[in-house]
Nanobody, 123 residues
Framework: QVQLEESGGGLAQAGGSLRLSCAAS????????MGWFRQTAGEERVFVAA????????YYADSVKGRFSISRDAAKSTVYLQMNSLKPEDTAVYYC????????????????WGQGTQVTVSS
């Protein structure tokens, strides 16, 4: 089992920045990729970013390329999502997830999920 806990959400103004953290615990040695998804009310969870290790391959949704950056601190078993140049349309609940198999862009490829953290961007 793997437990994931997100933090760092909150309120930001358009053009501002936030950094989300996702701390993993449990059988973290079994994880080789993690992703971030976001979800708004009544909608499906949408892929935001993912990374794999040890090769440190990174993947981003077109909507966040150049603004968001995913990174990892292996010693802390923590993955981060640095969000810059925030837009009101970035408002959502953000989830981190541990990848199991399959496409990084598909939420069904992830086995463990955090509880989510709210990000609200005001115009």
């Amino acid at each position: 089992q793997v437990q994931l806990e997100e933090s760092g959400g909150g309120l930001a103004q358009a053009g501002g920045s936030l950094r989300l953290s996702c701390a993993a615990s449990g059988r973290t040695f079994s994880i080789y990729a993690m992703g971030w998804f976001r979800q708004t009310a009544g909608e499906e969870r949408v892929f935001v970013a993912a990374m794999t290790w040890p090769l440190n391959m990174k993947y981003y949704a077109d909507s966040v390329k150049g603004r968001f950056s995913i990174s990892r601190d292996a010693a802390k078993s923590t993955v981060y999502l640095q969000m810059n140049s925030l837009k009101p349309e970035d408002t959502a609940v953000y989830y981190c997830a541990a990848h199991r198999s399959g496409s990084f862009y598909n939420s069904r490829s992830y086995e463990y999920w955090g509880q989510g953290t709210q990000v609200t961007v005001s115009s």
